[in-house]
């Protein structure tokens, strides 16, 4: 019976994966399947032959692989590998190219002869790479073909660097990257421009040929692709279709990256479901979507016709379920995001008491507050709250290098304008302008380059808060040290972070934390930022008292929006009110236009803000509710 009903839950399924609930758990998995085929093959004299992967998607693998290497002893003297690609042309030197990333994640690190590693060349003559590609192939077949293949994917379907079109028995070749393949890997070239449009892959014919298949993915980033890889049809579209033709092939997954599978998103289609309060809530705002009716309009018919007679069955009539849906979504909206004083709160979604709270707004760049909560940041202020921002990072390294110079040249020429000597000032700007002239893509900013770019971000939060009604004393620059690499790829969070954020807390004592909860931040510097929050939070609520009536609320805005099922405060704007939010983000001048970087979205921030608020206040009203201008959401963390 529990086989027949797993069959029934993954009927839409069209290959095996196995679903973790974190990264880090699926990552030690993998690493210990490779792990088993290392030893297997020295058990008997023989070689283990890997097909390895690069991008973000595999590095905890390797740094999993490092430890076992270094604290179990695992060897890889009789290890043989074969990379999946790189780019062309490349310089094996280069910080960007396949040989670097793996020298720096894995083979620096463990105990693999040199000869033994394989990475395809990207410095030959383009006349060559034909006779080349063939002997790539030919050398793992000298050594017996692939044990192993693991794989990523990227957001076009790619496996390796097989394109949309790429053939099912396509060997290694030169291949053109798509454009949504270059934009991913801009923030590793310093931009779109400086990304190569070729590359030499592996082909899928030579994938196939692998003795076991693993293509790993994580993140909500790549859900939708991996619904179209296991749930799709087979196409060259989506490359990594192809892989349903395989019985040696195995998804792994993190539960982000499996969210959009069938089971998981709607699972009243697949199986009897276990109906609480949330999923029902959802369930009823996806079949008003279905139906394009208002909740209160939905009928036992609607139900019945989408897969859930269950829910009817078990808590209907359905007119109840659609008021009591109604209901939630109703005392979610809110003009007081601070509590309502002298309200009933046991519908609100905040405390009527205290009626003056300390609230902290959390920003991990210098311009997320307003980006994002904007709205509801003036409101705070407006209605009489303590509000203090905390801006976590200095966001340097998205400014661009001619805006050092001009500020540069503005203190120049300021200084000049009340007879000061200007020779040091000078000499500075010069070096500046020289290395600028020389700097290479994704090069590390000289330090005073680095704190011009600091201070421009910095004068316009200034800016950007004051407009919002702060007083200077409730505007905090953390500087957080995880980020200040001078580059876009930063360190991970150390204590001294955490530390810095409980200093913070402690001093101020809110009863209310807004944490931007963004987490398609193409950099990872917003989950960075909010694990560092979560973290100072939990090690205070050990001791402090304070801590029990703090309320953590999750923002987001600059790069998606949350879910209407998942929304639990919804603060409603006036047509003033996104007026001066826009007004807010404006201050930050170096962000406008085209900001350095901009993910795959290439409107301005302010846009984005303004048309995501105004969609959630559409979504709203076609559930049947009070038509807005728009809508800040937010989201309860729970502890």
């Not at 909206?333 to 405390?351: M, N, S, Y």
């Not at 000078?426 to 600028?436: A, D, I, Q, W």
């Not at 931040?521 to 609520?541: K, Q, Y």
Request: aromatic share 10%; proline share 5%; with cysteine.
């Amino acid at each position: 019976m529990l086989r027949l009903n797993l069959l029934e839950e993954t009927r839409f399924e069209r290959l095996p994966l196995t679903v973790f609930p974190k990264e880090n758990r699926a990552s030690e998995y993998v690493a210990k399947r490779i792990a088993a085929i290392i030893e297997q093959k020295q058990e008997v004299g023989e070689k283990a032959v890997l097909g390895l992967a690069t991008g973000a998607t595999p590095v905890n693998v390797y740094a999993e692989l490092i430890r076992m290497h270094r604290e179990e002893g695992l060897s890889f003297k009789n290890v043989v590998t074969f990379n999946l690609d790189e780019y062309y042309p490349m310089q094996p030197d280069a910080e960007q190219s396949y040989v670097s990333f793996m020298a720096r994640n894995l083979f620096d690190h463990i105990d693999i002869p040199k000869e033994n590693i394989h990475i395809p060349d990207g410095t030959l003559e383009k006349e060559n790479i034909a006779e080349y590609c063939l002997e790539y192939e030919n050398l793992i077949e000298k050594f017996g073909g692939l044990d192993l293949q693991i794989l990523g994917i990227g957001r076009t379907g790619h496996i390796g660097f097989n394109e949309p079109g790429s053939a099912p028995n396509s060997g290694t070749r030169l291949v053109t990257l798509d454009d949504l393949t270059r934009r991913d890997a801009s923030r590793d070239f310093g931009g779109k421009e400086n990304v190569p449009t070729k590359a030499i892959t592996m082909g899928i014919g030579t994938i196939f040929k692998a003795r076991e298949i693993i293509l790993m993915a994580w993140s909500k980033k790549k859900a939708p692709i991996i619904k179209k890889a296991v749930e799709g049809e087979i196409t060259s579209k989506v490359p990594a279709t192809y892989l349903q033709h395989s019985d040696k092939v195995e998804f792994i997954l993190d539960t982000e990256a499996a969210s959009e599978l069938t089971r998981f998103d709607t699972p009243w289609l697949v199986k009897d479901c276990n109906w609480d309060e949330k999923l029902i809530k959802k369930a009823v705002i996806w079949l008003s979507g279905k139906t394009a009716k208002p909740i209160l309009k939905l009928t036992e018919e609607d139900y019945n016709a989408y897969g859930m007679a269950q829910l009817v069955t078990e808590k209907g009539p359905a007119y109840n379920i659609n008021i009591q849906v109604f209901n939630r979504l109703q005392y979610s909206i809110t003009g007081w995001p601070g509590g309502k004083p002298g309200a009933d709160d046991l519908q609100r979604p905040e405390r009527a008491e205290p009626a003056k709270k300390r609230s902290l707004i959390f920003s991990p760049h210098p311009d997320d507050d307003v980006i994002s909560m904007g709205g509801t940041f003036i409101r705070l202020v407006d209605q009489g709250h303590d509000v203090h921002v905390a801006y976590q990072t200095s966001g340097n390294t998205a400014v661009w290098d001619t805006d050092v110079l001009r500020y540069m040249e503005f203190a120049i020429d300021f200084k000049k304008s009340i007879k000061e000597d200007t020779r040091e000032l000078c000499e500075v700007y010069t070096k500046m302008r020289k290395f600028l002239q020389r700097k290479q893509p994704n090069e590390t900013d000289l330090p005073e380059i680095r704190n011009v770019k600091a201070f421009i971000r910095k004068s316009e939060a200034f800016a950007g808060a004051r407009y919002a009604g702060l007083k200077d004393d409730n505007i905090h620059f953390m500087a957080l040290p995880f980020y200040e690499t001078g580059k876009v790829v930063k360190n991970p969070r150390t204590q001294k972070d955490v530390e810095l954020t409980m200093e913070l807390l402690q001093k101020i004592k809110p009863h209310q934390v807004f944490a931007a909860g963004d987490f398609a931040d193409p950099h990872g510097t917003h989950i960075v930022c909010f694990r560092i929050i979560l973290e100072a939070l939990e090690n205070l609520r050990k001791t402090e008292e304070w801590t029990k009536n703090c309320w953590l609320w999750m923002y987001r805005g600059a790069w998606l929006e949350f879910e209407t099922h998942d929304i639990e405060m919804a603060v409603p704007l006036s047509p003033k009110e996104v007026q001066l939010k826009k007004n807010a983000i404006f201050k930050h001048q170096s962000q406008k236009d085209r900001p350095v970087f901009p993910g795959d979205d290439e409107r301005e921030f302010w846009v984005r803000a303004q048309e995501r608020n105004r969609e959630t206040a559409h979504d709203y009203h076609k559930l049947g509710l009070a038509d807005y201008e728009a809508m800040e959401a937010f989201v309860r963390w729970k502890f």
